[in-house]
């Protein structure tokens, strides 16, 4: 079993309890929990990017890790210090836009669809 780090509450509501780590966060904080994960030796399993929806045009990531601790994989760590540091660029970019009930469901199953079909 993996470990699934999430702010999207349908996954966290469509898989088991147990595999799940949801944060009330933003995609960025979401990018930082598994970063913090993979410090601790997680191995990461998805690209924290994967997809064509970037940050600031969805509010919601999910990220995949291994549950098994090992050493440091400095690679992960690489990607994963990319991906916060492309977050921070697209979101500075983006200005504040009022999205409705619907799309962040949309939002919510293609998060879901990109980790799990």
Partial sequence: MNIIITNNPLVRDKRSESEVEFYDTDYL???KAARDKIHLG???LTHPLSGSVKPGETPYKTVV?????G???????A??????????KLTARE???KI??????????????????
């Fill in 29 to 31: 904080g979401v990018l």
């Fill in 42 to 44: 997680h191995g990461l």
């Fill in 65 to 69: 890790l291994t549950r098994e601790k």
């Fill in 71 to 77: 050493v440091l994989d400095e690679k992960a760590l």
């Fill in 79 to 88: 990607i994963i210090e990319a991906s916060i540091q492309t977050c921070l």
């Fill in 95 to 97: 200005g504040q836009r």
């Fill in 100 to 117: 409705t009930e619907k799309i962040l469901e949309d939002f919510q199953l293609i998060d879901y669809s990109l980790i799990f079909s």
